[in-house]
Every structure is written in structure tokens, then in C-alpha cells.
């Protein structure tokens, strides 16, 4: 996934799209949730690696730190102009996942 999306292209599909949320799990391609449906995103699977690298862009140093020690973490994300994302990611020896919830909504 490394270099195909960065979470600013994801937040923006997310936002054209109108849908209500964003999901990034390593092991599975990501996908967007419409009020009615699923709406997967085509690109290959993500590794622990690129759910770590899409958190690390939109997350602080502390953000990470916490999450670390806790194994998940909830914080608002602004993009611009007032467009506000909740966080959510979790962390655990095998998985990783980012929940992404679209605030204009």
C-alpha cells in the first residue's frame, strides 16, 4: 500500500464519496461504509506496516506513545476548513486497525 495512498487521499475519497466511515485493517483492502453498503477500495491488502504508516501521518508523537502503551487510541483529526475526522485505532500482536468516522455527516 506503501506509495498507492496516503490517509490525506483516503480522508478525501471519504468525504467525495459521502460515506459515513473508513476502515483499515491490515490483512484486508480497505473500504468505505455508505449508510447502506460496503464500498471496498481497489488496492491490495494492507500489512501491519501500512496501517502503521497511514496512523503515523495523521497521529502525534504522544498519539503513538499512547497508543503503544494502551493498544488503542481515539482522537479527532481535522483536514481542513473545519472538516473534522474521528480516530479511532487499535493495535494487538497480530492486527492492526484504523476507524475513520467522517464528523460532517
Same mark, same amino acid.
Given at each position: ?10 480522508l ?11 476502515q ?23 500489512? &501491519? ?6 496512523l ?19 482522537? &479527532? ?22 476507524? &475513520? ?5
Open positions: 500500500m506503501s506509495g498507492t495512498y496516503r490517509m490525506r487521499d483516503l478525501e475519497l471519504l468525504l467525495r464519496e459521502n460515506a459515513c466511515e473508513l483499515l485493517k491490515s490483512g484486508t483492502s480497505p473500504f468505505l461504509s455508505s449508510d447502506s453498503a460496503h464500498l471496498p477500495i481497489d488496492v491490495p491488502a494492507l500489512s &501491519v506496516g501500512d496501517v502503521h504508516e497511514l503515523q501521518s495523521v497521529a502525534s508523537a504522544e498519539q503513538l506513545a499512547e497508543l503503544g502503551r494502551c493498544g488503542d487510541l481515539r482522537f &479527532v483529526y481535522p483536514l481542513q476548513h473545519g472538516i473534522r475526522f474521528s480516530i479511532t485505532a487499535t493495535l494487538d500482536s497480530e492486527t492492526s486497525c484504523i476507524t &475513520v468516522r467522517n464528523l460532517q455527516r
